[in-house]
T-cell receptor, first 114, second 117 residues
Framework: KAGVTQTPRYLIKTRGQQVTLSCSPI?????VSWYQQTPGQGLQFLFE???????NKGNFPGRFSGRQFSNSRSEMNVSTLELGDSALYLC?????????????FGPGTRLTVL | AQTVTQSQPEMSVQEAETVTLSCTYD???????LFWYKQPPSRQMILVIR????KQQNATENRFSVNFQKAAKSFSLKISDSQLGDTAMYFC??????????????WGLGTSLAVNP
C-alpha cells in the first residue's frame, strides 16, 4: 500500500500570497489531519477531516482553511501569508479517526514565507 | 487544557546501551491515550509505541517499552540495545479518550536523541 503523500514537498512564497497544500491519504483511510510543525511551537493541530466534513479544528486564524474530497484527498489553504507561517506542514491519515488509532504521517510540505 | 512536557531537549547514548526519555502530562481526564512518535532526520514521523490509560500493563514493542505511571502523570520511553537507526527526534503525544469533536493529538516539544557508535 502506498503511504501518505504530500505535494509539493517544498514551497517558497512571499508575504501576502496564498498557498494550497495537498495530501493523499493511504487508500481506505477516511480521516485526514493536518499539523503545523515549527521549532519554537512544536507540533500544533490545525484540523481534521472525515468523510468530507471538518470534524475538529485547532486554534488557528481563519486564514487557515481546508477541505476534503470524496476520494479522501485533502487540501489546506493559507491565505495572506505571514512570515510566521513558515513551517513544516504535516498531514496524517488513519482509517476511521477512532480515538487512540495510530496516525500515519506524510513527509510534509516545507513552506518558506519571505 | 491538556499539556505535554518533555524536559530533555537533547540526549545521547552509546550504541547498544539503554536510554530513557521522559514525558509528563497534565490532564483531568481519566480516559486517554499516550503515544511516542519518532521523526528521523528528513524522514517521516512514525509511531513507536502506544498506551491506553485504562491498561495498567506497560506497553512493549521489541526494544521499546514504556513506564506508565498514571498517578504521577508520567510516560517515559525506554530504548534498549540502542541502534544507530534510533537517532531521531522523539515526540510524546496525548489524546483524550472521550474526545467527541475535540479529537486531536497534543504534543510535547520533543527530545533529540543521538546514538553514537
Amino acid at each position: 500500500k502506498a503511504g501518505v503523500t504530500q505535494t509539493p514537498r517544498y514551497l517558497i512564497k512571499t508575504r501576502g500570497q496564498q498557498v494550497t497544500l495537498s495530501c493523499s491519504p493511504i487508500s481506505g483511510h477516511r480521516s485526514v489531519s493536518w499539523y503545523q510543525q515549527t521549532p519554537g511551537q512544536g507540533l500544533q493541530f490545525l484540523f481534521e477531516y472525515f468523510s468530507e466534513t471538518q470534524r475538529n479544528k485547532g486554534n488557528f486564524p481563519g486564514r487557515f482553511s481546508g477541505r476534503q474530497f470524496s476520494n479522501s484527498r485533502s487540501e489546506m489553504n493559507v491565505s495572506t501569508l505571514e512570515l510566521g507561517d513558515s513551517a513544516l506542514y504535516l498531514c496524517a491519515s488513519n482509517p476511521s479517526g477512532s480515538m487512540g488509532n495510530e496516525q500515519f504521517f506524510g513527509p510534509g510540505t516545507r513552506l518558506t514565507v519571505l | 487544557a491538556q499539556t505535554v512536557t518533555q524536559s530533555q531537549p537533547e540526549m545521547s547514548v552509546q550504541e547498544a546501551e539503554t536510554v530513557t526519555l521522559s514525558c509528563t502530562y497534565d490532564t483531568s481526564e481519566n480516559n486517554y491515550y499516550l503515544f511516542w512518535y519518532k521523526q528521523p532526520p528528513s524522514r517521516q514521523m512514525i509511531l513507536v509505541i502506544r498506551q491506553e490509560a485504562y491498561k495498567q500493563q506497560n506497553a512493549t514493542e521489541n526494544r521499546f517499552s514504556v513506564n506508565f505511571q498514571k498517578a504521577a502523570k508520567s510516560f517515559s520511553l525506554k530504548i534498549s540495545d540502542s541502534q544507530l537507526g534510533d537517532t531521531a527526534m522523539y515526540f510524546c503525544a496525548f489524546m483524550r479518550g472521550n474526545a467527541g469533536n475535540n479529537r486531536k493529538l497534543i504534543w510535547g516539544l520533543g527530545t533529540s536523541l543521538a546514538v553514537n557508535p
